[in-house]
């Protein structure tokens, strides 16, 4: 079924401006809601095991006064690492043999006066309560450093990979940091507008190509692909704003997508078509793969999971409702290719480098648009 496109194109673009704003203050809202590590646990446990023995600080002399999350337990550690810097002159401990060394110079009474140092009532409380939590048993080195470790990098992702939405004090030490909800400038609304125009204008575009057989299957296939873009583009800017792909909205946007690319293609004398989307599983597999790889190599995440989730939907949606795997591949190809110039771009402009968050998602939210205009502007490619 074939029809002349351009003047709902048109439409649906200017609907995409009036849209923008709407979009862009409902982005920066999710990003606020994005979570923030804070390792509370992890944080109380190693608090309470070096009030209750002391010469536990000898393992984790590392961590500053502003790694921890909670206000109190960062004014506590500072009372406790005037004593212990004191004493261990800043030596770090590398494994049982070191700590077992250092912790020698540390007397069983360091905190003997740590009242002292301490002014407020509430954080004292704080004291008591840690050093009557703390195990019978003390913990090992290696648990030490597990505790500390997860502090870090709770840390650093509260500053360094905070993204454009840094974490603000919250209200209680249940929550003591929060994201703050910022406005959407007017260049942020501009440009959301203009991308949220260009994919829905595209949509018209995009069904007028499936070659369907059935108004319901023109009517759903559209459908479906403007909750695509509507979830692409809020995926893309809450990814950019904190590095979080917001699973809220790519499962609800994701689910109901899917579901009208089903009803669309069952629609049709075509239902094989939904086996294309197939490669969105093969896509996902193999990037989880190369990423558990990475991860063993470089002991760290080379993509995160979310990313992965992203692909399912963004590559797996249009190959299904266009019939075509070679979709998904074009999809993922040009995601990769445009996220490396966009690296390439922070590498000159900001000095990036592979060890500074990168954000992914926009480019795998938006690759598959761009690979489906350019499948259109060169069929044969």
């Not at 597990?146 to 502090?151: D, I, K, L, R």
């Not at 499936?210 to 909750?227: E, F, I, P, R, W």
């Not at 692909?311 to 190959?319: K, R």
């Not at 190809?333 to 990168?358: C, D, E, M, Q, Y």
Request: charged share 15%; hydrophobic share 55%; aromatic share 8%.
């Amino acid at each position: 079924m074939t029809s002349d496109y351009a003047p709902l194109a048109g439409v649906m673009a200017v609907a995409g401006l009036l849209l923008g704003p709407a979009v862009a203050t409902f982005s920066s809202r999710r990003s606020a809601a994005q979570p923030l590590e804070l390792a509370l646990e992890e944080e109380r446990s190693l608090l309470a095991e070096v009030l209750a023995r002391p010469k536990a600080y000898a393992a984790v002399a590392e961590l500053n006064p502003e790694n921890l999350a909670v206000p109190a337990h960062r004014r506590i550690w500072q009372a406790v690492a005037v004593r212990g810097d004191a004493i261990i002159q800043g030596a770090r401990a590398a494994d049982e043999r070191e700590a077992a060394i250092i912790a020698e110079s540390i007397p069983d009474d360091l905190l003997i006066s740590l009242e002292e140092d301490i002014d407020s009532p509430e954080d004292l409380d704080i004291v008591a309560q840690l050093r009557r939590s703390s195990r019978s048993q003390a913990a090992t080195v290696s648990e030490l450093a597990e505790w500390g470790s997860a502090v870090l990098g709770a840390f650093d992702d509260r500053t360094s990979c905070a993204g454009a939405v840094p974490p603000v004090p919250g209200p209680s030490a249940e929550l003591p940091w929060v994201r703050e909800v910022k406005k959407p400038s007017r260049a942020r609304m501009l440009a959301v507008s203009l991308l949220t125009a260009l994919g829905l204008g595209l949509v018209p575009v995009f069904v007028g190509h499936l070659s369907l057989d059935s108004h319901l299957a023109v009517a759903l296939s559209g459908l479906a692909l403007v909750v695509l873009t509507m979830t692409a583009v809020e995926i893309a800017v809450v990814d950019f704003d904190t590095f979080y792909v917001d699973f809220r909205v790519l499962g609800f946007g994701g689910v109901l997508s899917l579901a009208l690319v089903v009803g669309a293609t069952l629609a049709t004398s075509q239902p094989r078509r939904l086996l294309a989307g197939l490669i969105a599983v093969a896509v996902f597999t193999m990037v989880e793969v190369v990423n558990l790889l990475y991860r063993w190599i470089r002991h760290r995440h080379g993509i995160g999971f979310g990313d992965s989730i992203l692909l399912l939907v963004s590559i797996g949606i249009p190959a299904a409702l266009t019939g075509s795997p070679r979709l998904g591949w074009y999809a993922l190809i040009f995601s990769g290719v445009v996220a490396i110039l966009g690296f390439v771009v922070l590498a000159i402009r900001h000095h990036a480098t592979t060890k500074n968050p990168f954000a992914f998602g926009p480019y795998l939210a938006l690759g598959w648009i761009v690979a489906w205009v350019v499948s259109l502007i060169w069929p044969r490619f």
